[in-house]
């Protein structure tokens, strides 16, 4: 199938970019649930589990909640499934029971300890030491342990005095007791005891020669090839890039499609390509060596904290930066969907309708904003956010639009009006102050004009409301056209109107009915002034049907001999004498002044 090259094709790989917003939604909603579920993986300070009926249990049954229920706690079935309680159902005692619970768990949390950047199992607290202190001394003692010139020897012995195995350096150098509690089920201390010497044995020989001379130069050799192969790849990607662009390019203009997007889509991507290759490239050779891997890791755990741990609360929820990427991905793709089945709803069915397009595109701003309106508030409710919570945050906010945004709403609010009462429509060739065109959108806030230089001009809504609005095409697009022309005194007046009604006739964009006339307007300073009067329907053409009438008009009068006249002005000059008084002093001292004068020519 061979396409005409006079129309403009849009190829297939085009919908990508106008699928970007779809793309955006897909990136965040990915990123988002990403993030989410990698915080969950990570053991952070804080962190439980799920609260289930058999937590509940074991929180109301303690010391602290004597007396917590009036059927005690025969209910123990399915103790581990999820149990969601609301505030009705509990006393002030269970829930004070259950806020120290919480309290307890935030103590019982695991906390890592490592060597270098590495991993290497992690601990529990002990009664008087949360996990966080506890692996925090245990870090610092294998770091100052790598810091020996002699190997390292790592032994378990029994503790004498609580019985439990200790994990020693050297013999003598106490570096962690393991209780029952950093042992999984069914596994004796000692056993895990050992487990855990052998992993600090090897990391503490790794951490040894990792900072020995030998390593580092060796070290120092693959960094320099990491980065020789960098800066290959790097003008490399450039370079086939720009081997594939020149045909791809020679692909879309077969098409007669228009590739500055894919130009710079193009450099988009490679420029991604790059940032991620040399970030790549500066992550591998920071592993490299144990003092840069140590603060790369404690980077990339920052990095992660920030979005996995809770930024703010609402109500009995807590949300964290990555949540907050998933909700505003789904929120994207809500705007996204509302887009689509609005543009749906107008190309399918809405133009089934007798309805004309200006009322269209208002039952589609319409349709669009309420189903984002109210997908907005249940999304809010799937998402566990109490809307009652978040009150006093709205009206908060509604003082704050009241005073910060007061031009916003009210072009929102001016955009209503427009909507409802329809002065303006999508469609109608309008005048505004300086800009005349017709109109493309009306939107929210703004609405946009197309001139008749094919350049777009976005105004506010309240402009329409608040100055004069010229509309050609409000409720009949037919309007009166006038011409005005002047021809010299002393041509036939009769003559002269057949021949303004004759161009008018053949105009071919002007109604037959209502007839064109022609007015005779007055005796002016130097031509009898006519005006012809045409009617059209196309008023966003009236400034060409204009143009041609007067080529139309010039060549018929030249025909007929009529003359077109220019501004013409007489000067009458009377002659005799000017009557001008002069005093007698004057009049003496100009004959004087004359004697002198002609005594002198004689001389």
Known sequence: MIRPASKHYKFPLSRFWAARPLAGFIIMLMLGLLLTLWGESLVLPGQSGPLTKGAIARAVTSPAAEELSPRGTEDTENLESPIILSAGQLSKKQSEAIGNWFNNQAQKAKAPMTLDGRELFLVNPVPGYPAEVRASSINEQLKEATELAEPINVEVKLDKTNKLPTIVLNEDKHLLTVTQRDTPENLPAQEQAEIWAIAVQDALEQAQEERSAEFIESRLSYTA???????????????????????????????????????????????????????????????????????????????LAIFVSPVFNIGPESYSVASLLFLAGLFCGLVVIAGKLTQLLNSRFLQLT??????????????????????????????????????????????????????????????????????????????????????????????????????????????????????????????????????????????????????????????????????????????????????????????????????????????????????????????????????????????????????????
């Open 225 to 303: 090839i990491i980065l020789v192969v960098a800066l290959v790849l790097h003008a490399g990607m450039g370079q086939l890039l720009d081997r594939y662009r020149s045909r791809f390019n020679q692909i879309l203009a077969s098409y007669n499609v228009e590739h500055e997007w894919i130009d710079w889509l193009l450099d988009l991507i490679l420029t991604v390509a790059r940032v991620a290759l040399w970030v790549g490239a500066a992550f591998y050779i920071a592993n490299l060596f144990p003092v840069s891997r140590e603060w790369s890791y404690r980077i990339l755990n920052a990095i």
């Open 354 to 603: 007798p309805i004309n397009r200006g009322a269209r595109e208002g039952v589609t701003t319409i349709a669009k904003y309420t189903f984002i309106t109210v997908g907005t508030l249940v999304l809010l409710q799937a998402w566990g956010i109490d809307l009652s919570s978040i009150t006093i945050i709205a009206s908060a906010l509604s003082v704050g639009i009241a005073f910060g945004f007061q031009d916003i709403a009210k072009n929102f609010a001016s955009g209503l009006v427009l909507i409802f009462e329809r002065p303006i429509q999508v469609g109608d060739f309008v005048e505004v102050n300086e800009y005349t065109g017709t109109v493309e959108r009306i939107g929210s806030r703004s609405t946009t004009i197309r001139t008749l230089d094919k350049v777009s001009i976005i105004l506010p809504n309240s402009r329409f409301l608040e100055n004069e609005v010229i509309n050609w095409s409000h409720q009949d697009p037919v309007s009166r056209l006038h011409i005005p022309v002047g021809v010299a005194y002393g041509c036939d007046t009769k003559v002269v109107q057949a021949t303004l009604l004759e161009a008018a006739k053949e105009h071919p964009d002007l109604l037959k009915f209502p007839a064109p006339r022609v007015m005779f307007k007055g005796f002016g300073d130097s031509s009898l002034d006519f005006e012809l009067l045409v009617w059209s329907r196309q008023p966003e053409k009236q400034y060409w049907i204009k143009s041609d009438l007067r080529f139309l008009i010039d060549d018929l009068l030249r025909q007929q001999e009529i003359e077109i006249p220019f501004p013409q002005r007489d000067l009458h000059v009377r002659s005799g004498k000017v009557p001008l008084e002069l005093s007698s002093d004057l009049e003496n001292a100009i004959l004087q002044v004359m004697q002198k004068f002609s005594n002198g020519q004689k001389e």
